[in-house]
């Protein structure tokens, strides 16, 4: 089963507003990554954040994370049409942090 | 210049053929996957290796065989295809083993069966 569940599955925007989507997971955690994929590529990696920090920032990327709930948010901040794709979270499991779990992402639409 | 390269791009062919994809990272990485990602996005690992050996191995079946034949190639042959084995095959590699490192992804192999 997947550990790392993304919500909403799609969301689409005006360019300018902003965009949250969501990750949730099943058991605790060491790491958690966030990934971009563009249509038809191959996927790109946003921002790592450990189970120990609760936010991080990168550019107009926001991400937070509560271990309690077992869940993360990634933030787009005045979107454009760039960031039109979808938004992978991907998780390990504590005490085995080889390994990567996705989910089935968040598709982006960022209308003009 | 591509850091992460997989050949073919398509791959159409009928089902009981074998069939393989290459991968060839030149990033000095020791760590390279093979996922596979289904019709509805859903990204799945299948393999890894770091320095030439297995350390991930998930539940596939036998019919697909990685090969490493050098820190910077992971192969991945895949035995008399089915039609549930058509999904897009995304090669990564990183520069350790372990969940805190990145992954960088190639361009995927879209894989078509039959």
């Known amino acids: 089963s997947q550990q790392g569940e993304e919500d909403p599955q799609a969301l689409s925007i005006q360019e300018g507003e902003n965009a949250t989507m969501n990750c949730s997971y099943k058991?605790?955690?060491?790491?958690l990554q966030w990934y971009r994929q563009n249509s038809g590529r191959g996927l790109v990696h946003l921002i790592l954040?450990?189970?120990?920090?609760r936010e991080k920032h990168s550019g107009r990327l926001r991400v937070t994370l509560d271990t309690s709930k077992k869940s993360s948010s990634l933030l787009i901040t005045a979107s454009r049409a760039a960031d039109t794709a979808s938004y992978f979270c991907?998780?390990?499991?504590?005490?085995?942090?080889?390994?990567?779990?996705f989910g089935a992402g968040t598709t982006v639409t960022v209308r003009a | 210049d591509t850091a992460v390269s997989q050949t073919p791009k398509y791959l159409v062919t009928q089902m009981g053929n074998d069939k393989s994809i290459k991968c060839e990272q030149n990033?000095?990485?020791?760590?390279m996957y093979w996922y596979k990602q289904d019709s509805k996005k859903f990204l799945k690992i299948m393999f890894s290796y770091n320095n030439k050996e297995l350390i991930i191995n998930e539940t596939v079946p036998n019919r697909f065989s990685p090969k490493s034949p050098d820190k910077a190639h992971l192969n991945l042959h895949i035995n008399s295809l089915e039609l549930g084995d058509s999904a897009v095959y995304f090669c990564?590699?990183?520069?350790?083993?372990?969940?805190?490192?990145?992954?960088?992804f190639g361009p995927g192999t879209r894989l078509l069966v039959l």
């Open positions: 058991t605790s955690i060491n790491n």
């Open positions: 991907a998780t390990d499991k504590e005490g085995n942090d080889y390994k990567l779990s």
């Open positions: 990564a590699s990183s520069h350790l083993a372990g969940s805190q490192e990145t992954q960088y």
């Open positions: 990033l000095g990485h020791d760590t």
């Open positions: 954040i450990r189970s120990n920090e």
